[in-house]
T-cell receptor, first 111, second 116 residues
Framework: GENVEQHPSTLSVQEGDSAVIKCTYS??????FPWYKQELGKRPQLIID?????GEKKDQRIAVTLNKTAKHFSLHITETQPEDSAVYFC??????????FGSGTKLNVKP | EAGVAQSPRYKIIEKRQSVAFWCNPI?????LYWYQQILGQGPKLLIQ????????DSQLPKDRFSAERLKGVDSTLKIQPAKLEDSAVYLC??????????????FGPGTRLTVL
């Protein structure tokens, strides 16, 4: 089956700096890549996603890039704020949609 | 649009006891997922339903876990008997249709299970 690896496991940045989280996947059939934010004690919330026919997608301070050849995708958060502090999960999926999750990155934004 | 509902939110039981969790997906969503999330890890798929049929239960410990979605809407996940290592958050999620590429997945609030 699919194997998704996520790095780093923890990331600490100063408020206003950028944060980058990277994921790799193993199955070239994967074609949909969502990112989730999970605050302590809460459910994972979808923050951005990208399909395999697109190389980059941006939504305000958040962007995701996908390199299908290298089988990796990344989450970029610019101008980080303390409320961005959370655990971020990447996932990979293919039809029929079964989601394989990375192990998570704990982001700490220091004020 | 109402989200995915789960109950109970918290449950504390002793090992060897039984427990059941309930999930109500978003209306119209054909695909329902149960995940186990151990502290510090990503969600691990236990079972996936498409309507009332099981799509994948390869990671469900079938000697103690069972799940059903009899009418293709609500679902229950049961553990009998529970072990200490079952302590985790059990997340239910749903998506419109597993056969629709890029069908987004929405999570419920989860049930935090503590086995003593």
């Amino acid at each position: 089956g699919e194997n998704v690896e996520q790095h780093p496991s923890t990331l600490s940045v100063q408020e206003g700096d950028s944060a980058v989280i990277k994921c790799t996947y193993s199955d070239s059939a994967s074609n949909y890549f969502p990112w989730y934010k999970q605050e302590l004690g809460k459910r994972p919330q979808l923050i951005i996603d990208i399909r395999s026919n697109v190389g980059e997608k941006k939504d305000q301070r958040i962007a995701v890039t996908l390199n299908k050849t290298a089988k990796h995708f990344s989450l970029h958060i610019t101008e980080t704020q303390p409320e961005d502090s959370a655990v971020y999960f990447c996932a990979a999926s293919m039809v029929p949609n079964k989601f394989y999750f990375g192990s998570g990155t704990k982001l700490n934004v220091k004020p | 649009e109402a989200g995915v509902a789960q109950s109970p939110r918290y449950k504390i039981i002793e090992k060897r006891q039984s427990v059941a969790f309930w999930c109500n997906p978003i209306s119209g969503h054909a695909t329902l997922y149960w995940y186990q999330q151990i502290l510090g890890q990503g969600p691990k798929l236990l079972i996936q339903f498409q309507n009332n049929g099981v799509v994948d239960d390869s990671q469900l410990p079938k000697d103690r876990f069972s799940a059903e979605r009899l009418k293709g809407v609500d679902s229950t996940l049961k553990i009998q008997p529970a072990k200490l290592e079952d302590s985790a958050v059990y997340l239910c999620a749903s998506s419109l249709d597993q056969y629709r590429e890029g069908s987004r997945e929405y999570f419920g609030p989860g049930t935090r299970l503590t086995v003593l």
